[in-house]
C-alpha cells in the first residue's frame, strides 16, 4: 500500500467517524470507526465498526445515513468520484 493511498484512508476514517459521531440516532451508543480500506479501484470503502453494545444496530445505522455520509465526505475530500461505503464489524486479528 502506497502512502497516499494509507493517509487517503486514514483521513476518510477520521471524516467518517466524526460524521457518524454527529448522527442522531438511539441505534448508535459509542460507536468507533477502526479502519476504512479503500478497494485497489476506489469505487469500494470498506468502514469497520466497533460499538460498545448492539453491534448490529451500530452497523445498520450508518448503512441507513449512508447518502449523508457520503455527502459529506464529497464536502471534506476533493475525489475524482466518491466510493461507495460498506460498514462491516470490526473484528481485531489475534
Known sequence: ???????????????LAEEIQALEDPRL???TVEAARL??????????VE????QEGVLEAPAHAERRL??????RVCLRRLPRLEFLPWNPEP
Open 29 to 31: 451508543f459509542l460507536p
Open 70 to 75: 457520503a455527502s459529506a465526505l464529497g464536502r
Open 51 to 54: 460499538a460498545f453494545r448492539d
Open 1 to 15: 500500500m502506497s502512502y497516499g493511498k494509507a493517509h487517503l484512508e486514514e483521513r476518510l476514517r477520521r471524516i
Open 39 to 48: 478497494s485497489p479501484d476506489g469505487g469500494l470503502l470498506s468502514v469497520y
